[in-house]
């Protein structure tokens, strides 16, 4: 299996408070991403990064910042976090190369009350 | 932009019967094809993939999916299914160039009926 952690794995937290998720991969892998996971839609792409310090917006950015200061970590952070948010998120890394399948982590289930 | 179409979102089946779990997508430029299963409480991991040559790929567990340019599928089919494929389905696509932004379908649920 490819080392891919998340943490915390489960949290609750009140409206308006910030989060931050954590991601640690072990493989060196160039490509991170960020998914939340939601019933009905799927995965859908929050953020992601193409190397230390290069990100890029997904198609439900808002309300969500990312960082990358190294390879092996990717942060995820809900600024003002709010009940919409109440989701499971997914981390997942890709290799160089378009064809590349994603490898993802175990997910953190989030609950916003 | 490409998007990917699941239009069963479950699919209950008897155990040893054959399964088809179909997908669509839509892209105006060459594709990646992906197919991923999900186990409750698990992270998605990859079943099989299209990149090139012979349409017809196979993956773990049995699994085996056909690509079909003309009508812009990419069905996933087993030919009996046990208790332990139950499980929530995803079809995705790369679109070749360009970053790896990977657009995944909404699911489809498979359940295995004993």
Redesign the interface.
């Known amino acids: 299996d490819a080392g891919i952690t998340q943490s915390p794995r489960h949290k609750v937290t009140e409206t308006g408070t910030p989060v931050t998720l954590r991601c640690h991969q072990t493989e060196n892998h160039r490509y991170m991403y960020w998914y939340r996971q939601d019933p009905g839609h799927g995965l859908r792409l929050i953020h992601y990064s193409y190397g230390v310090k290069d990100t890029d917006k997904g198609e439900v950015s808002d309300g969500y910042s990312v960082s990358r200061s190294k390879t092996e970590d990717f942060l995820l952070t809900l600024e003002s976090a709010t009940s919409s948010q109440t989701s499971v998120y997914f981390c997942a890394i890709s290799g160089t190369g378009f064809n590349n399948e994603q490898f993802f982590g175990p997910g953190t289930r989030l609950t916003v009350l | 932009a490409q998007s990917v179409t699941?239009l069963d979102?479950q699919v209950p089946v008897f155990e040893e019967a054959p399964v088809e779990l179909r997908c669509n997508y839509s892209s105006s430029v060459s594709v990646?094809l992906?197919w991923y299963v999900q186990y409750p409480?698990?992270?998605?991991?990859?079943l099989l993939?299209y990149?090139s040559g012979s349409t017809l790929v196979k993956g773990i567990n049995g699994f085996e999916a056909e690509f079909n340019k003309s009508q812009t599928s990419f069905h996933l089919r087993k030919p009996s299914v046990h208790i332990s494929d139950t499980a929530e389905y995803?079809c995705a696509v790369?679109v070749?160039?360009?970053?790896?932004?990977?657009t995944?379908?909404?699911?489809t649920k498979l359940q295995v009926i004993p």
């Open positions: 699941q979102s990646y992906f409480n698990q992270g998605l991991q990859l993939k990149l995803f790369i070749s160039g360009g970053y790896q932004k990977v995944f379908g909404t699911g």
